[in-house]
């Protein structure tokens, strides 16, 4: 995956941007992403309907990947069946 492509879920809503990638496939509501949205929606999996919000970024616990949300949906994000969590914002130094 290459920084700067779009990618869409075939089981719901989601779409997302690559910031930072790697060669995995990517999963959004327990079916694979691509460039194009199926004509047939997948079937969304329960295990992975936790949901995604516009505007935040999805890492791996590696670091490896790491996705802009840019439309949000019902599935999750995942790589490898490991759901990938919302990043954290880094604190800022205190100005005491």
Same mark, same amino acid.
């Given at each position: 995956?290459?920084? *700067? %492509?779009?990618? =869409?879920? !075939?089981?719901?809503d989601t779409e997302v941007m690559v910031i930072r990638g790697a060669d995995v496939?990517?999963?959004? $509501? $327990? !079916?694979?992403?691509?460039?194009?949205?199926?004509?047939?929606?997948?079937?969304?999996? !329960? *295990?992975?309907?936790? $949901? %995604?919000?516009?505007? =935040?970024?999805?890492v791996d616990e590696a670091g490896r990947v790491e996705l802009l949300c840019v439309k949000a949906g019902k599935g999750s994000l995942s790589?490898?069946?490991?759901?990938?969590?919302? =990043?954290?914002a880094k604190t800022l130094p205190s100005s005491d």
């Open positions: 995956m290459k920084p *700067g %492509t779009r990618l =869409k879920s !075939a089981a719901c496939a990517v999963m959004c $509501g $327990g !079916a694979p992403m691509g460039d194009a949205k199926p004509d047939a929606p997948a079937e969304l999996d !329960a *295990g992975f309907a936790e $949901g %995604t919000q516009m505007g =935040k970024r999805y790589i490898d069946g490991e759901v990938l969590r919302p =990043k954290e």
